[in-house]
């Protein structure tokens, strides 16, 4: 485990490397899944918590989308102090753990989605349902001109008997 010790004026001091490091450095860490511990270099304190919590804090602060909203924060300190407490943290700790075992799957189901709703899979969808009606159409009269005359002819019986001209122009016929 790597040890992080922090010191009075800020500063994180890495013992593995003997170098000091930054925030980002240690947000690096988490997301190699290194593990660590920050130390207080006066007292040995651990320190990780608050550390963690300040990166959390700057990533939701640089618009990178935020995971804790108001709401979400005003929640979780309604737990503090409540005897559910305990119960909340293992809840938050399982559902995390849950989600990332499932996180290639949950993606691929996202990016269904997203294709479902992608406005050219959706344009691309209609044209092909406009393309078959067309289809349908255009092949109507094709299918008319195979028709023998009789067939015609009783379609025109249907239909009923023509209706007479109008004789109402007021000539004669001489």
Sequence with gaps: MRILRKYTNRRLYDTSRSCYVTLEDVKQLVLNGEKFQVQDSKTGNDLTRNILLQIISEQEAEGHGTLLTNQVLQQLIRFYGDSMQGMMSQYLEQSIAAFLEHQDRIREQMQTMMGVANPLTMMGHIADQNMAVWNMFSQR???????????????AAESGPE??????SGKTDT
């Design 141 to 155: 009269p094709e299918e008319e001109a195979g028709r023998s005359d009789a067939d015609q002819d009783d379609t």
């Design 163 to 168: 209706p007479e001209p109008s004789k109402s």
